[in-house]
C-alpha cells in the first residue's frame, strides 16, 4: 500500500506540479537555482510573515545564485504532497499531526526545526451558560478537524477531566465551519485555533478549555529529505534567515505586531493579545520529541494511522 501511495504523488509531481529546477555547479555537485517555499500567514505564523514582508530569504539566497519561490499552501496534509511530489523544497510551517502521518505513510520527509508551540493556540469554546467546564461536554456534539492538533487538544483536556474521547459526539470539520455550527446551535462546542478565538467571543463564545500544560501544540519546518541530503547548507542558511526574524521580532514588538496585522488583515490588538500564546525558540529539545511521541499515539489511538513511524528518523535538527 505505501509503494502505491509514493507511486501517486510521484506521478502527480510529472503531470501535476512543478519539480525544482536543478543546474550543475562547478565542481560538477548537483545544487539547485530556485528554493520553494510555502507561506503560511495564520493563525500566527510571525517569523514567517516577517521574512517574506522584507525580502530576507530572496536577499540571502540570492547569494547564493538561488532565486526563492513562495506558494501559499494552508493545509498541512497539501503541504507535505507538495513536499512527496517535489513541487516545494520546504514546509514552512506544518504541524506536527501532518508531518508525523505524512512519514508513516511513506513520504520522504524530515523535520529540521520547531516553528513554534502554541498550547495556548488551541481551544475548546461554548456558548451555552450551561457548559461551564469540559465536564459538561458528556454525551455533547463537539465540532473540530479530525486528526488535527485541535483534536489531540480534545483528547487530553477529556483525560484530564476523567472522560473518555467517545463521552462527545465528535463532528469532523474545519475550525471555521466548527463556529459556525456553534453560532447556528447545531453544536455544542466547538475546537478553534489562533484568530479563530477573538472571532468566536465576538459571536458571545467563551473558552472553556485549552492544550496548556497538555499537549505542546507542536509545529514544525519539514523538508524534503533528498533535498536535505544535498542542500544541508541551503537549509541552515533559510533557518538562519527564520532567526533573523526573531531578533526582530524581540527588538521591535510593536513595529512587528503592525506588521503582522496588516499583513494578515487582524487587528493590532489581536496580535498583541495572541502573541504570547506561541513559543517561536526553533530547537528541538527532549520535551519536543516527547510531545511528537505522544502525537503518534494519539493518531494511533483515535484511529488515523495504521502504521506508526520511527520518530527519531523523522527529526533531523538542523538549528545546532
Given at each position: 500500500?505505501?509503494?502505491?501511495?509514493?507511486?501517486?504523488?510521484l506521478?502527480?509531481?510529472?503531470f501535476?506540479?512543478?519539480?525544482?529546477?536543478?543546474?550543475t555547479?562547478?565542481?560538477?555537485?548537483?545544487?539547485?537555482?530556485?528554493?520553494?517555499?510555502t507561506?503560511?500567514k495564520?493563525?500566527?505564523?510571525?517569523?514567517?510573515?516577517?521574512?517574506?514582508?522584507?525580502?530576507?530569504?530572496?536577499?540571502?539566497?540570492q547569494?547564493?545564485?538561488?532565486?526563492?519561490?513562495?506558494?501559499?499552501i494552508t493545509?498541512?496534509?497539501?503541504?507535505?504532497?507538495?513536499?512527496?511530489?517535489?513541487?516545494?523544497?520546504?514546509?514552512?510551517?506544518?504541524?506536527?499531526?501532518?508531518?508525523?502521518?505524512?512519514?508513516?505513510?511513506?513520504?520522504?520527509l524530515k523535520?529540521?526545526s520547531?516553528f513554534?508551540?502554541?498550547?495556548?493556540?488551541f481551544?475548546?469554546?461554548?456558548?451555552?451558560?450551561?457548559?461551564?467546564?469540559v465536564?459538561?461536554?458528556?454525551g455533547?456534539?463537539?465540532?473540530?478537524?479530525k486528526?488535527?492538533?485541535?483534536?489531540?487538544t480534545l483528547?487530553a483536556?477529556?483525560?484530564?477531566?476523567?472522560?473518555?474521547?467517545?463521552d462527545v459526539?465528535y463532528?469532523?470539520?474545519?475550525?471555521?465551519q466548527?463556529?459556525?455550527?456553534?453560532?447556528?446551535?447545531?453544536?455544542d462546542a466547538a475546537?478553534?485555533?489562533?484568530?479563530?478565538?477573538?472571532k468566536a467571543?465576538?459571536?458571545?463564545?467563551?473558552?472553556?478549555?485549552?492544550?496548556?500544560?497538555?499537549?505542546k501544540?507542536?509545529?514544525?519546518?519539514?523538508?524534503r529529505?533528498?533535498?536535505?541530503?544535498?542542500n544541508?547548507d541551503?537549509?541552515?542558511?533559510?533557518?538562519?534567515?527564520?532567526?533573523?526574524?526573531?531578533?526582530?521580532?524581540?527588538?521591535?514588538?510593536e513595529?512587528t505586531?503592525?506588521?503582522?496585522?496588516?499583513?494578515?488583515?487582524?487587528?493590532?490588538?489581536?496580535?498583541?493579545r495572541?502573541?504570547?500564546?506561541?513559543?517561536?525558540?526553533?530547537?528541538?529539545?527532549?520535551?519536543d520529541?516527547?510531545?511528537?511521541?505522544?502525537?503518534?499515539?494519539?493518531?494511533?489511538?483515535?484511529?488515523?494511522?495504521?502504521?506508526?513511524?520511527?520518530?527519531?528518523?523523522?527529526v533531523?535538527?538542523?538549528t545546532?
Amino acid at each position: 500500500m505505501k509503494k502505491i501511495f509514493v507511486l501517486l504523488f510521484l506521478i502527480l509531481s510529472v503531470f501535476e506540479l512543478p519539480g525544482i529546477i536543478k543546474r550543475t555547479t562547478a565542481a560538477g555537485s548537483p545544487g539547485v537555482d530556485k528554493l520553494r517555499v510555502t507561506y503560511v500567514k495564520l493563525p500566527l505564523n510571525v517569523p514567517t510573515v516577517l521574512v517574506k514582508h522584507f525580502g530576507w530569504l530572496e536577499k540571502e539566497f540570492q547569494k547564493q545564485g538561488v532565486s526563492v519561490e513562495w506558494f501559499e499552501i494552508t493545509s498541512g496534509a497539501k503541504q507535505t504532497q507538495a513536499l512527496a511530489a517535489g513541487s516545494i523544497d520546504i514546509a514552512s510551517v506544518v504541524s506536527s499531526t501532518a508531518a508525523i502521518a505524512a512519514r508513516a505513510n511513506g513520504m520522504e520527509l524530515k523535520i529540521v526545526s520547531v516553528f513554534a508551540r502554541a498550547p495556548r493556540a488551541f481551544n475548546v469554546v461554548a456558548i451555552d451558560s450551561a457548559i461551564k467546564s469540559v465536564t459538561d461536554l458528556k454525551g455533547k456534539k463537539v465540532a473540530g478537524p479530525k486528526g488535527s492538533l485541535l483534536n489531540q487538544t480534545l483528547f487530553a483536556v477529556l483525560i484530564k477531566n476523567g472522560l473518555r474521547p467517545e463521552d462527545v459526539d465528535y463532528v469532523n470539520m474545519p475550525d471555521s465551519q466548527a463556529l459556525a455550527a456553534l453560532v447556528a446551535g447545531s453544536v455544542d462546542a466547538a475546537l478553534i485555533a489562533g484568530p479563530t478565538v477573538p472571532k468566536a467571543e465576538t459571536q458571545g463564545a467563551r473558552i472553556i478549555a485549552n492544550g496548556e500544560g497538555l499537549v505542546k501544540g507542536l509545529i514544525v519546518t519539514a523538508v524534503r529529505e533528498s533535498f536535505l541530503k544535498q542542500n544541508a547548507d541551503l537549509v541552515k542558511l533559510y533557518l538562519q534567515v527564520q532567526g533573523k526574524a526573531l531578533a526582530f521580532m524581540k527588538e521591535n514588538p510593536e513595529q512587528t505586531f503592525m506588521i503582522v496585522a496588516d499583513e494578515t488583515g487582524l487587528s493590532v490588538d489581536d496580535v498583541r493579545r495572541m502573541y504570547p500564546w506561541y513559543d517561536f525558540d526553533p530547537s528541538i529539545n527532549s520535551s519536543d520529541m516527547d510531545d511528537l511521541a505522544d502525537t503518534q499515539d494519539f493518531l494511533v489511538e483515535s484511529g488515523m494511522l495504521a502504521n506508526p513511524t520511527n520518530i527519531k528518523s523523522l527529526v533531523e535538527d538542523m538549528t545546532r
